[in-house]
Nanobody, 124 residues
Framework: QVQLVESGGGLVQPGGSLRLSCTAS??????????MGWYRQSPGKERELVVV???????NYADSVKGRFTISRDNAKNTVYLQMNSLNAEDTAVYYC????????????????WGQGTQVTVSS
């Protein structure tokens, strides 16, 4: 009923940039994507919020990425983009796309859906 497809990860040198994208495919015509965002998880660490953007455009960034990462959203395409600049080794992680969706098949409650994850490695 919901599929999140991510792309754009890879290997980049410190100081470099990457752009991630995530597209949500949702069954049916009546649904609401309340928010989309990105989380990341490094080995031995818990998954952490990177940034989220609501349907109204409100954003919430982790302090560690403020000023370096920018999220944008194309509501018509149900797609979010994460532009990551000035990457450093601490940004190395698997990045997961998240969507909070309400629909008939969720009982109109907002539920979390996750992408499969995309690896970002920052290394020289």
């Amino acid at each position: 009923q919901v599929q999140l497809v991510e792309s754009g990860g890879g290997l980049v040198q410190p100081g470099g940039s990457l752009r991630l994208s995530c597209t949500a495919s949702v069954s049916g015509s009546f649904f609401s994507i309340n928010a989309m965002g990105w989380y990341r998880q490094s080995p031995g660490k818990e998954r952490e919020l990177v940034v989220v953007i609501t349907s109204g455009g409100t954003t919430n960034y982790a302090d560690s990425v403020k000023g370096r990462f920018t999220i944008s959203r194309d509501n018509a395409k149900n797609t979010v983009y994460l532009q990551m600049n000035s990457l450093n080794a601490e940004d190395t992680a698997v990045y997961y796309c998240n969507a909070k969706i309400s629909a008939a098949f969720t009982g109109w409650r907002s539920r979390d859906y996750w992408g499969q994850g995309t690896q970002v490695t920052v290394s020289s």
